[in-house]
DNA sequence: CTGTTAGCGCCTTCAT
DNA sequence: ATGAAGGCGCTAACAG
């Protein structure tokens, strides 16, 4: 592997003029920077990005940390992500955090092998979000609450979400109205279910425990949630099932006990996934600013690295009910 | 940023003692030991992960370079690639390759940033990618043919998947076959359609030039395509869809013009993505073993860091023809 | 405009 | 078992 000096050496200059001509440092002569840049290619030579890193102390880069880089997460989400990120001239990469504490992603927090990170990943605690973040390395998160003054959050507003949802059923005419849960600890969910509440009591609908499964965000959770909703041969008129996947394992659920939707019971959804529209029936749900959650965090992390006073530690954003054939 | 060094003077130890202590390296005394590791702990000390790779000329951790982190990619693939990763100890990272020359995957793949990559991006230009590779730096392409030492190749046999769905339809009674391709400058369209070619000749079918229309393997660009057929005014009775998302697209489109699926026509896709199957009507469609590409892929980077004799340079999977309701 | 040089933070050989 | 010291490849003062 050729280095800077080799490069040099062929060159017939100093290091550090191989190194200005390379990097494009308006201080050197424009023969200079030929003879230079001719020596590179014959030498196929290309700088050792962590030396560089070492020295500027700088990667140029931001992490996406997700939970499963297989998982169907947003994609428009990254997408927001994405385009911000390069717009800004710096690389984006994203890492899994399967593994936990062991996860890359949490070796790329703790090394700090990147300028910035960006979580949607509940397996990595907040101990370790909180003991990276730091000045010039800012961590948003966008999964969970926290208090730091370099951890920055962005979250959509699922409580209002939540309470949409449900009255949205309400409003259809419905009283008895089930709600199947993401995992406890999720944040998400939590607000989720605190819109829910709230909307029965403001209605004068009383909360009844029975109605209330856990589906642990999965469609497989969702499924089995919806199957001992069934087996309890009760079923209330509606369902706000907390994420558009445990709706989906629903759905198969009441296809399978030929318990038709809408006709029997209407469901409605959240999050909006593509699939949503192509399930049968298309699912009522409540769509969240994928995009602009991404962009904006990103956004804020550049910010943040730019020390710019503006920059806030919380930013909320709204959502929208999205109406196909799932609710009657 | 606490370094080593703060670590060594609070612990009142050499650098070097520290260095092996934090390192688990056999061969510091266990109360030096806690020592040392309650300094770190104390300063909240972590590693310099640049320092440590640019020191050991090692990053242990390997690239899954995709042309779009946003699209809809084989999250099989992806899965297979993580675990076998994740098995052999290994950090994973995904970059996007948007930008070609100038993508982070590209900056990834030339200064060498990882110790391996595997590569699903034809955007990456086959310049970057020969340039790049070298003896302990092994890249495993998995969407075009490359010829170099340390450039290795898996791919599923699609010449074979080709001729399969089109004989498949044959074989369903159907004579006027239509295709609709991919980018021409993919190596995977090419390979799926030289499969097609075989299949019609084999079975005594002239192919028919107007029967061949290009999709980009997009679902918009499949929807156009389609459509042109359809304007056409002269349908093929089947169609052979060079991916699932362009076949998504030709279902649109019919479904726009009132021509029914498969009583009308019928189609086969190619993929088997997940959404091919809660399409409707359900996409019959030809499933590549995606999450042994991913395992296959990583296994041998593996293989080709330890040297091993017994790497192939190219290897090869097969296909399955998977039914639903497509086609009459 | 070009060259010399001092580190960035860490690992590791060599002596002790 | 521990310490001193060199150097991985690069950048950026600083001096000329």
Redesign the interface.
């Known amino acids: 592997?050729a280095t800077i000096k080799d490069v040099a050496k062929l060159a017939g200059v100093a290091v550090s003029t191989a190194s200005y001509a390379l990097n494009n440092v308006n201080k050197v002569s424009p023969a200079t920077m030929k003879k230079v840049q001719e020596a590179a290619r014959e030498l196929?030579y290309?700088?050792?990005?962590?030396?560089?890193?070492?020295k500027r102390t700088k990667?140029n880069?931001i992490a996406?940390i997700l939970r499963d880089?297989?998982?169907?997460f947003y994609?428009?989400?990254?997408?927001g992500v994405?385009e911000v990120t390069?717009a800004n001239g710096y690389?984006?990469?994203?890492?899994?955090s399967?593994?936990g504490a062991q996860s890359?992603a949490a070796?790329?927090l703790?090394?700090?092998?990147v300028d910035g990170a960006i979580i949607l990943a509940h397996n990595i605690t907040n101990d370790i979000v909180l003991?990276s973040a730091?000045e010039g390395f800012p961590i948003v998160v966008l999964d969970r609450k926290l208090d730091h003054e370099f951890v920055y959050q962005v979250e959509v507003d699922n409580i209002h979400g939540g309470y949409a949802a449900t009255e949205y059923l309400i409003n259809k005419g419905h009283r008895e109205i089930g709600y199947v849960s993401g995992p406890m600890n999720s944040h998400d969910n939590e607000m989720r279910f605190d819109g829910y509440m709230s909307a029965l009591k403001d209605h004068g609908i009383q909360y009844q425990n029975k109605w209330k499964v856990s589906g642990d965000f999965t469609r497989e959770g969702g499924y089995r949630a919806t199957k001992m909703l069934i087996a309890q041969r009760q079923l209330p008129e509606a369902i706000f099932y907390a994420n558009d996947e445990m709706a989906i394992g629903g759905l198969q659920a009441f296809k399978e006990n030929k318990i038709s939707v809408p006709e029997d019971i209407s469901i409605i959804g959240y999050d909006d996934i593509?699939?949503a529209e192509?399930?049968?029936p298309p699912l009522t749900t409540v769509r969240q600013p994928k995009y602009e959650v991404g962009a904006l965090a990103v956004h804020v992390v550049f910010q943040a690295l730019a020390k710019e006073d503006s920059v806030e530690n919380y930013y909320n954003l709204s959502t929208e009910i999205v109406e196909r054939k799932s609710v009657k």
Chains 1, 2 share one sequence.
């Open positions: 592997m196929n290309f700088k050792n990005g962590f030396a560089s890193d070492l990667t880069t996406l880089l297989s998982g169907p994609s428009e989400l990254i997408k994405q390069t690389d984006l990469i994203a890492c899994s399967v593994g890359t070796k790329f703790k090394e700090k092998r003991e730091r593509q699939l192509y399930v049968s």
